[in-house]
């Protein structure tokens, strides 16, 4: 029997690949390898996409976070909150960019960070001075919001908004998983003052290895961002300050634009892949993925919560299943985050989602047979 993997890229290789070599050959013709018309036109296909003024291409999506921090000018003495459930990244460039970060509950029906537990922390540990809104507990002074938009599904945006207006907080999005994701009708990447995005291989809109980018309505922070990407200058060999070399170069940015064409046809496609999942896997005890009424989840992950996780995963492995856990350590309890102010049980929602998350097969070339392959191997677990 042929194995299922969690994601599955050959066929969306196929899909693209005739498009993508024409373009590749015209890139090695002329040896323009970074910063070309590809990157140009992606950047400006992909604001359009999210209809906003600019996006800049970066190396990474943690050098997008790292970048966005470091444009709202949010640095040494300064604190970030953010949820502990995501990607390592999320927190390693808070840290990256100087700045402290307060890592919060999340939403147990969505994942992503609990408006309400950011309202408490502030209420109960900062206090309006004049210098900012200043931590008790750290000294530092709180200058933003980092909601992540956790397996494309957007967080609440208008709660933080809210929050933000009412104490003067910047607010980042993290919209690594959420290429396409929308809030209200808007979309991720067009809800805060600046969002960062990967194009790590496996997201819904991927590169061949390795990519990021930010966009932003701000003239100001795009200009800024474009200067820490190329080692700090505006023009060649003028150097304003001191900055990255993390630029998005054409063979990605080719690669990028071929994908982004498809990019809602493969997004629909995930919502049916999960839809049938929804349908087929209501019935048993286990916890299905929710969608706010608010919400266009791009399902970047299908994730279920089984009390019975490891056994279950165990299940699917040996059937040839794949599976996987995001994220089966929170970063409030990750060893590199000793002394940064949380132990375990201080975050109960948290702690408990990863003890019980599990990921399943979702990609746009999931077939029906193996989606329906993946439910029955499921339900002869429950049996």
Wanted: with cysteine; aromatic share 10%; net charge negative.
């Amino acid at each position: 029997m042929n194995k299922i993997p969690l994601v599955d890229l050959h066929a969306q290789y196929e899909e693209i690949k005739d498009e993508m070599y024409k373009l590749w050959d015209e890139i090695l013709e002329s040896m323009y390898l970074y910063l070309g018309p590809n990157v140009k036109g992606f950047e400006k296909e992909f604001a359009e996409f999210n209809r906003v003024k600019h996006c800049v291409g970066l190396g990474s999506g943690t050098e997008a976070i790292h970048f966005s921090i470091r444009a709202l000018g949010i640095g040494e003495g300064d604190e970030v909150i953010a949820p502990s459930h995501t990607f390592f990244a999320t927190i390693e460039a808070i840290i990256q960019a100087g700045a402290y970060p307060v890592m919060l509950d999340i939403d147990p029906e969505l994942y992503t960070l609990c408006p309400d537990a950011v309202r408490e922390y502030i209420e109960s540990n900062c206090s309006k001075e004049r210098e900012g809104l200043k931590d008790k507990n750290t000294g530092k002074i709180l200058k933003a919001l980092l909601p992540v938009h956790i397996y494309g599904h957007p967080a609440d945006m208008d709660a933080f908004k809210e929050i933000s207006d009412e104490y003067n907080l910047m607010i980042i999005e993290d919209a690594a998983q959420a290429h396409g994701a929308e809030y209200k009708g808007r979309k991720a990447g067009a809800l805060g003052d600046i969002a960062a995005f990967s194009f790590y291989f496996s997201k819904n809109l991927g590169a061949l290895g390795e990519g990021g980018a930010i966009t932003t309505n701000s003239d100001e922070y795009a200009e800024r961002i474009r200067k820490l990407r190329e080692h700090g200058q505006k023009d060649k060999y003028h150097h304003d300050s001191i900055g990255y070399n993390s630029r998005l170069d054409e063979i990605q940015a080719a690669v990028l634009r071929c994908k982004l064409k498809l990019l809602k046809k493969w997004n629909d496609r995930r919502r049916e892949v999960a839809s049938f999942y929804n349908n087929a896997l209501k019935d048993l005890p286990l916890i299905i993925p929710t969608e706010a009424e608010w919400a266009h989840h791009v399902y970047h992950l299908y994730v279920i919560c089984s009390d019975k996780r490891d056994e279950l995963f165990g299940h699917l492995k040996d059937r040839g299943i794949g599976c996987g856990m995001h994220y089966p350590i929170p970063c409030h309890l990750q060893e590199a985050m000793k002394g940064y102010g949380n132990s375990e049980g201080d975050l109960p929602e948290t702690e408990k989602a990863a003890k019980e998350i599990l990921s399943l097969p979702i990609y746009p070339h999931l077939s029906e047979d193996d989606t329906s392959r993946v439910v029955e191997t499921i339900r002869e677990f429950y049996k």
